[in-house]
């Protein structure tokens, strides 16, 4: 080996020798001590701690707060609004008398449809459907009919079909429904 290739710090000859590396120090040994941390591991420590100390804050700020909320009274002169009974607990019989022709008589065996919308706040409003039948007299009994608003539908053989919106207002209301013929086919 030449004097110039070990000067350079070349173990071999040749041009695709390794370069040789000089021995470590006592101030890199120091610098490369596996037991001690990295820098990374003080800034992840210290971190660690900050978020600790940043939880345990606000869990005592939340306690501190829900104790005053509950520390202060309800007014005990203001009493509680009293709400009205809801519609859907009052029994309701709805009696539907259906006539028909220029002489009044009554339809028998027509049905009689009550569709109406059950409301929910949070839910999807539920439509719902209750189907009679008139009794020779032509009257149908619709029991448990939800009061407010509900589409009558009158459907009988030989006769116009019959269907309004209706208010039910009253739990024993009567419906007079008049059905006419259907018009002659030449």
Not at 6 to 26: L, Q, V
Not at 37 to 64: E, N, P, Q
Not at 80 to 101: H, L, M, Y
Not at 135 to 158: K, T, Y
Request: charged share 20%; proline share 8%; hydrophobic share 40%.
């Amino acid at each position: 080996m030449s004097q110039i290739a070990i000067a350079r710090g070349f173990h071999g000859s040749g041009p695709g020798a390794a370069p040789r590396r000089p021995a470590a120090s006592n101030s890199n040994a120091a610098r490369l001590d596996p037991a001690r941390g990295s820098v990374d591991y003080g800034v992840r420590h210290s971190m660690r701690f900050s978020t600790k100390f940043f939880a345990c804050l606000c869990l005592f700020a939340g306690a501190l707060l829900a104790g005053g909320v509950a520390a202060q009274d309800s007014p005990a002169s203001a009493p509680k609004p009293q709400s009205p009974p809801r519609a859907s607990n009052v029994q309701t019989r709805i009696t539907v008398e259906v006539t028909g022709g220029e002489k009044n008589v009554p339809v028998e065996n027509a049905s009689v449809y009550v569709k109406f919308v059950e409301e929910h706040a949070i839910k999807k409003n539920k439509k719902l459907e209750i189907n009679v039948k008139t009794s020779r007299e032509g009257i149908a009994h619709v029991p448990d009919a939800p009061m407010g608003r509900a589409l009558v539908q009158v459907v009988a053989e030989g006769w116009k079909t019959y269907g309004h919106w209706m208010d039910i207002t009253d739990p024993k209301q009567t419906i007079k429904v008049h059905l006419e013929r259907p018009p002659k086919w030449y």
